[in-house]
């Protein structure tokens, strides 16, 4: 069964109500990819001391 967390689901419908632009809804995604992608490459480089990634494809 398929749930989506509640802030994945609040944003579209705040942009949508609120009549707001999609730079709304764009900064908070980037935002937060960006700071996923930062800690997993601390953890990589820091704490595991594992090259990150060992590939590409």
């Known amino acids: 069964m398929y749930k989506a967390m ?3 689901g609040a944003n579209p419908l705040v ?3 609120t009549g707001q632009d999609w730079h709304c809804l764009i900064s908070p995604v980037a935002i937060g990819t960006r700071a996923i992608v930062a800690f997993g490459l601390a953890y990589h480089r820091l704490l595991s001391r594992q090259p ?3 590939r590409w494809l």
């Open 15 to 17: 942009v949508m109500l």
């Open 52 to 54: 990150y990634p060992k």
């Open 6 to 8: 509640p802030a994945a």
